[in-house]
């Protein structure tokens, strides 16, 4: 459901679920051809939990192309930590 929502949420973006176990493999596949309802989205857009869990400083450097994690995000305002 919530690779669904992912896909839903931010369709431009790439949804990386990981799972060794077969059966998880396929379930997160099959997130074509069905949405969810309005209703569903709005419940899990509530939640509290929006954080980035790697907030990507190690991608940081004075000599590389992303000297802050401004520059790293696509919004500055969507750092969360």
Do not use: H
């Amino acid at each position: 459901m919530l690779v669904r929502w992912a896909l839903q949420r931010r369709p431009d973006c790439s949804v990386l679920p990981k799972s060794s176990n077969p059966t998880r493999i396929a379930a997160n596949l099959d997130v074509i051809g069905w949405k969810l309802a309005d209703d569903d989205m709005s419940a899990l857009d509530r939640l509290d939990t929006q954080c980035r869990m790697v907030d990507g400083s190690f991608w940081l450097s004075p000599f590389g192309p992303y000297k802050n994690l401004g520059e790293l995000w696509d919004d500055e305002d969507d750092i969360l930590m």
